[in-house]
């Protein structure tokens, strides 16, 4: 039997991916989404990825969220490899280990802020009793437990959206163009707070963005060109 010990444990912590491939669409149609990328993100960790569009971006959070399975490569979650796991296994591994953060927060529009962190602690089958206002507050959100989306400034949204994916106290962290309907100071504000979460949680962080403004808050840059890691 093959064993782990401490020192292999502690290499695949976060996210790794190596020469992940894919490809979109059907023969002549077809094109390389990705092309044998491979990145490591570690626990802690904020890593920007910028790029043209169509140049990849989407297709790398999917393949890292477990939502789409690469040609080729391996992806792995914390030790976890991704391909060994049926659909039912990963669709279990996202939602207790893989938090997601959309442009506009993508909140439920008829639950509170707070409830759309219950939401999620229930779905998950967390333990314990959950307290949706001290993770709003760490956010800066305390004071909005009760409103919804439709009372909510952008930037607002965004902040709760990064509360509701850190419910689960995640691993990895997907982040997709979070400051693309926020002006200039919220989005400082909000990638920001991505920062500091990512910082105090230890959890790994990738920001896929066009906002090059916001830059300076990460770790990391990497830049996707045709499907490819170019730095």
Do not use: W, Y
């Not at 490899?81 to 207790?96: I, M, N, Q, T, V």
């Not at 709003?136 to 004071?143: F, I, N, S, T, Y």
């Not at 989306?149 to 965004?158: F, H, K, V, Y």
């Not at 105090?200 to 808050?217: E, F, K, N, P, R």
Request: hydrophobic content about 40%; proline content about 3%; some cysteine.
């Amino acid at each position: 039997m093959q064993t782990t010990n401490a020192a292999d444990t502690v290499r695949t912590r976060g996210l790794s991916i190596e020469g992940a491939s894919l490809s979109l669409g059907d023969g002549s149609s077809s094109v390389q989404a990705l092309d044998a990328v491979s990145l490591r993100v570690e626990p802690g960790e904020l890593v920007a990825v910028v790029g043209p569009s169509g140049a990849g971006k989407s297709s790398l959070l999917a393949v890292a969220g477990a939502l789409t399975t690469p040609d080729s490569g391996r992806v792995s979650v914390n030790g976890t490899d991704l391909s060994g796991l049926g659909k039912a296994a990963k669709a279990r591994f996202r939602l207790e280990n893989i938090g997601f953060v959309f442009q506009s927060g993508n909140l439920i529009p008829a639950l509170t802020a707070a409830e759309q962190l219950e939401l999620v602690h229930r779905m998950a089958k967390m333990p314990g009793v959950f307290n949706a206002h001290d993770l709003l507050d760490a956010v800066g959100m305390g004071h909005k437990l009760k409103s919804r989306p439709d009372q909510l400034s952008g930037g607002e949204r965004q902040r709760v959206g990064i509360a509701r994916a850190l419910v689960t106290k995640p691993t990895l962290l997907l982040v997709d163009e979070p400051t693309a309907a926020l002006d200039r100071r919220r989005s400082q504000e909000v990638v920001e707070l991505l920062a500091r979460e990512t910082h105090t949680q230890g959890v790994a962080t990738v920001m896929v963005t066009h906002d090059h403004d916001v830059l300076h808050h990460c770790d990391r840059v990497v830049e996707m060109v045709d499907g490819r890691l170019a730095g």
